[in-house]
């Protein structure tokens, strides 16, 4: 008796003093069969496991972790990890040969675009119409891109040899796809050939690019009287949608150039000022509603605007009052990040300030519908498609009020 209470003091050492042995006896053998059930199990698990790990397919690289020998040769709860690697593996492999057989996921967005009724009504009836809509982010840019100011070919007809896929009048259109956007780039312009080659050499590289369907529109300003920028750009809205359907327009200084080939000229949902970070400025924004050098708008929000104003002679204000017009619409100037929106500004002699300008700033949003684009006088002295640009030369009735 007292040999089996000393030994079953081994077994239970905390109760061994109070209690009899008799009691201990069947929690005793309970004790011993739940241990070797527990074994057996455990025995059982590793036996499925390793038949499990037979079938797996050691050439997928998910696996390759399972058999590495640190996982073998630790204990078992190591290989409870394997089940998990093979589902991983196994969706790995179902991915691949989705891709390999091209049941590749469809962008609704895109498959819709491609039913050909549609394309019929958005391509305008051009041969493009049959043609898959072009993808949304252009694949082949770059990022920074190298502006060449320094070897501009001397005459227009050496730029044009490097652009022979260019269509009369400076336009331009993707191949191989339909166009998201037909955008017309819009430039005032007056006595300034050197800059108009530097820009002309290195904006259609840029634009062809960004996969637009696109024309440029060189607006002259016959005479020389002070110059009127903005009326030069309602002139080049109103001539550019005589010319083809458009959606928007790039309203843009011939003296800037885009140094980024991710500053897209596409059609803003809102109107978009471009030339955010210029060289001469320190790639500063000099002020918030700053919307003159190079902007984008939409069609309907320049007619919603009533364009610009045609009061503005001399040099200064009528970004001012656009800018004041689109605020006045509750239309957004929009941005890109000022690292894309880069331009690198030509040199020029400053143009005289227009003292006149806060005058007509200041009553801008009285005149908004009455002075503007409805009420657009011109007189369009010449028009010719070249080869880089649609020249057009227009002399500007110089009216007071
Ligand atoms: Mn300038």
Same mark, same amino acid.
């Given at each position: ?18 209690? =009899? ?10 004790? $011993? ?9 455990y025995?059982s698990l590793l036996q499925v496991n390793e038949r499990r790990r037979s079938h797996v397919n050691r050439s997928l690289f998910t696996l390759n972790w399972g058999d590495t020998p640190t996982l073998h040769s630790e204990s078992g709860r190591a290989y409870g990890k394997i089940p998990l690697l093979k589902s991983i593996s196994r969706y790995f492999e ?9 049941? /590749? ?27 898959? !809509? ?6 082949? %840019? ?40 037909? #955008?017309? &780039? &819009? ?11 530097? *820009? ?16 440029? $529109? ?8 002070? $110059?009127?920028? =903005? ?11 005589? !010319?083809?359907?458009?959606?928007? *327009? ?19 949902? !809102? ?5 955010? =970070?210029?060289?001469? *400025? %320190? ?21 919603? #605007? ?14 001012? /009052? &656009? ?17 894309? =929106? ?15 300008? *806060? ?22 002295? /010449? %028009?010719?498609?070249?080869? %880089? ?5 227009? /002399? ?6």
């Amino acid at each position: 008796m007292p040999s089996s209470l000393s030994s079953m003091s081994l077994w239970v050492p905390g109760i061994r003093v109070s209690m =009899a042995l008799h009691t201990y006896l069947p929690i005793k053998v309970l004790l $011993f069969i739940i241990i070797c059930l527990i074994g057996l199990q455990y025995l059982s698990l590793l036996q499925v496991n390793e038949r499990r790990r037979s079938h797996v397919n050691r050439s997928l690289f998910t696996l390759n972790w399972g058999d590495t020998p640190t996982l073998h040769s630790e204990s078992g709860r190591a290989y409870g990890k394997i089940p998990l690697l093979k589902s991983i593996s196994r969706y790995f492999e179902e991915k691949s040969n989705q891709n390999s057989t091209g049941v /590749d996921e469809v962008d609704p967005e895109i498959d819709e675009h491609m039913n050909p009724s549609m394309v019929g009504q958005v391509g305008n009836g051009s041969m493009s119409g049959e043609l898959p !809509q072009c993808p949304m982010i252009p694949p082949d %840019l770059h990022g920074p891109v190298k502006v060449n100011v320094r070897q501009v070919p001397a005459t227009m007809s050496e730029i044009e040899q490097l652009y022979p896929h260019l269509q009369p009048g400076g336009r331009y259109k993707p191949p191989n796809c339909t166009s998201r956007h037909r #955008v017309a &780039i &819009i430039v005032p312009f007056r006595a300034r050939e050197d800059h108009l080659r530097t *820009f002309l050499l290195n904006i259609h590289s840029f634009l062809k690019k960004q996969l637009l369907d696109y024309g440029i $529109f060189i607006i002259e300003q016959y005479g020389d009287g002070p $110059f009127n920028r =903005a009326m030069l750009l309602n002139v080049g809205a109103a001539e550019a949608l005589k !010319q083809y359907d458009y959606q928007c *327009f790039v309203f843009h200084d011939v003296d800037l150039l885009p140094e980024d080939d991710r500053n897209l000229y596409t059609c803003p949902v !809102q109107p978009r000022h471009m030339s955010v =970070a210029i060289n001469n *400025f %320190l790639y500063r924004l000099p002020y918030d509603d700053i919307f003159g050098g190079v902007s984008a708008m939409k069609v309907e929000h320049y007619r919603e #605007v009533n364009g610009f104003s045609n009061m503005f002679w001399g040099w200064g204000g009528e970004d001012d /009052d &656009i800018s004041n017009r689109l605020r006045q619409k509750k239309l957004y100037i929009s941005r890109y990040p000022a690292n894309i =929106a880069r331009y690198k500004m030509l040199r020029h002699s400053k143009d005289k300030a227009n003292p006149e300008r *806060f005058k007509y700033l200041y009553s801008g949003a009285k005149r908004m519908s009455k002075d503007g684009y409805n009420s657009l006088k011109y007189k369009r002295i /010449d %028009l010719l498609l070249k080869r %880089l640009y649609t020249w057009i030369l227009v /002399d500007l009735p110089h009216l007071k009020r």
